[in-house]
């Protein structure tokens, strides 16, 4: 466990959410039908209580392309596969969250526009591709 995840986890556990399962770290991935599967690690899962699946990623500098900070391959496919299980991936990147180091409130703040946005990303894919079938 790294301190960005840590610190993640810390925030995480802090935010105005109501969970139906709390914030936990180094959780293994669950499948579609909601078993555990152990295909994948995820550093902070958390169920909402609207049902919600929430993977949230402390991406590293390991998760990055130089210098263009676009994700690695390997990261791609982990949150696709991800996705796939349903969940909503939140990918925090550590440059951003190194620029919030110390202020809670912006970390908190950071945190829920993340997920705001992915969740909004997630539910337009999932009505193109409902769409589209």
Known sequence: VTGCQQS????VQQLPIKWSEPPA???LSR????QEDGALRIDVAARTA???????EADGPGHFRRPDRALTGPTQ?????????CYVVVSVPYFQW???RGDVQHQQQHLLQLIKQTRW?????????????
Do not use: P
């Not at 609207?50 to 949230?56: K, M």
């Open 77 to 85: 496919y982990r949150n696709r596969a991800l996705a796939a299980r």
């Open 98 to 100: 190194d620029e919030l």
């Open 25 to 27: 770290m180094e959780q």
């Open 50 to 56: 609207g049902g919600v699946w929430l993977a949230i």
């Open 121 to 133: 990303q997630a539910s337009t894919a999932a009505s193109t591709a409902a769409a589209a079938g």
């Open 31 to 34: 499948g579609r039908d909601g």
């Open 8 to 11: 993640v986890y810390s925030v």
